[in-house]
């Protein structure tokens, strides 16, 4: 009992007491819960049933599979891609923290049920699905994803030559080259393959300029795209570290656009990636546009660390906070660039000079570690953001098949609106723990109320979650 209060009161925090590889273990269940299609026997998620087994019947192609976007049935192909990628990235930075947790086989799993979709929703070089479901009536219904039936129209969407998306195109190829890293040690044809067809990709989207919302004009009230430039340098970045061809790195060299210093990395915003990626090309002396994407990297950096010119915002209690909606996301892929940047200033022996002061390796781990803390419970409401993580955590999350009584206890097939009453308008909490889910998060004042109503807060998608897996892996 001694030692136990002595360790917290060196800390003086919370924080002493919470499990970061608890936290990586649940935020890869969380994936299992958002599958789409026909079910593994080894799913660990038990509440869940096989759905959209016929996704892609409309064009007579099979897209089962993938993941569900959010707290809705949707499958949209932009921010499900930089899901992918952020997994991959963080299964290859962190792989030996995975397998010292027992976590290598779950996050490759994770992994490979994104790029198995992705390898059939890319049938031929110049096309590709980039969403299943009509996202307004998806929206208008509060339904399991396992109640969806040949009655619930599911349409496919493309990007082809005619009606292209190079941000689509290459946020699809980012993810097949990173995720090729990953496999590449324990199934190089599957790497192969991935990474072809990230070359196809990426040539696709070189050549056929635009963002994908002017071809799937259903997704642009959901997942509009602020333009392609950042996915094209994003994918040359990844498709150079996987493939090492000096064509990816004259992209780079050669683009008349590094980003500039940005204010937030995201599914739509690709710029800080790349910039980091590129500040990590060992092979390439630290000049000309290579430096200039060091730089604007380490200005992001300084920025999260409150010492560059333009500091992020921090909550009173001390999160980091970009934007009103989900901000947790963002938080995400900043405490992401905190835990690989420090990975990289430790291999290199470096430190990042900030306009108001140094970072070393250790700064930049402690303020994603502080980040996650908060995340975790170390905040003004002492509570967990992530559902099932501690004793006080959301029990409202706004998501459809956590909110419902699951398939396997009333298997009597729901209608589209059935679940709006009593399940959606109930102040009860959701009958299935959706175990891993991190939600939207407080607002600028650490303000947060667990009603399911509150899709701006209390919403969990999967580009949140999947940069968080790598930070949880390396602070575990």
Partial sequence: MCIVLLLLSTSGK????????????????YFEAQRSGKLPSDQRVQWRGDSAPGDGSDVHIDLSGGYYDAGDNMKFGFPLAFT??????????MASQFQAHNEHQNVLMALKWATDYLIKAHPEPNVLYGQVGDGKLDHACWMRPEDMNTSHPRPSYRIDAQHPGADLAAETAAAMAAASLAFAPSDAAYANTLISHAKDLFEFGKNHPGVYHDSITNAAGFYSSSGHEDELLWAAAWLHRATGDQMYLDYLTQASNSGGVRSAFSW???FVGAQVLAAKVGKVKN???????????????CNCAQKGYSNVKKTPGGLLWFLPWENLQYTATASFVLSS?????EAA?????????????FDLLSLARAQVDY?????????????????????????????????????KLKACNEGWYPWYNTHEPNPNVLVGAIVGGPDVNDVYQDERSDYQHNEPDTVTVAPFVGVFAALA
Wanted: charged letters at 20%.
């Fill in 268 to 270: 739509d915003d690709k």
């Fill in 349 to 361: 022996q470096a430190s990042v000079q900030c306009p108001n002061g140094v970072l070393q390796a």
């Fill in 287 to 301: 000049e000309g546009k290579m430096a200039e994407y060091k730089s604007m990297a380490e200005h992001f950096i």
């Fill in 341 to 345: 940047y420090s990975k990289y200033l």
């Fill in 14 to 29: 919370v924080s002493a007491g919470l499990n970061y590889g608890e936290a990586l273990t649940k935020s890869l269940l």
């Fill in 375 to 411: 995340i975790l419970g170390s905040n003004p409401k002492s509570m967990s953001y992530m559902v099932g993580f501690g004793t006080n955590y959301p029990n409202r999350p706004h998501h459809r098949g956590s909110s419902i009584v699951s398939i396997k206890k009333d298997s």
């Fill in 84 to 93: 992918t990628t952020m997994l991959a990235w963080g299964s290859v930075e």
